[in-house]
């Protein structure tokens, strides 16, 4: 699986490749500290606004052509409202986004 699929994005985005670089760079700025800011929400206890926050990014995620990324963040918010979250979980989902942040660092894509 690509860490980011241009084509998914694009295809939703109607081939519209500057508002869909317009929206990787917003992603990038609005995310860029999230895995931070979610677990000091968790250990906080705002749950609530962790699930937010999570929905937010997977919503972008999904639009982006982020799979991964949506599916850990899909994965963490059902065991944020469980009230069971594991640390692989918190690990998954941290570990896929500094991918997704990476990528748009290191391709030029921003």
Request: charged share 35%; hydrophobic share 40%.
């Given at each position: ?85 594991e640390v692989s979980a918190l690990n998954n989902f941290s570990e896929a986004l500094h991918r997704v942040l990476s990528e748009l660092e ?5």
């Amino acid at each position: 699986m690509e860490i980011i699929d241009i084509d998914s994005a694009l295809e939703r985005l109607d081939g519209d490749r500057e508002l869909c670089r317009e929206l990787l760079l917003d992603f990038y700025i609005d995310y860029y500290e999230v895995d931070r800011i979610l677990r000091d929400r968790l250990r906080d206890g705002a749950t609530e606004d962790a699930r937010q926050l999570l929905h937010n990014l997977r919503g972008a995620a999904g639009n982006l052509g982020m799979g991964r990324l949506e599916t850990v963040a899909k994965t963490l918010s059902q065991q944020i409202r469980l009230g069971a979250v594991e640390v692989s979980a918190l690990n998954n989902f941290s570990e896929a986004l500094h991918r997704v942040l990476s990528e748009l660092e290191h391709t030029k894509r921003l």
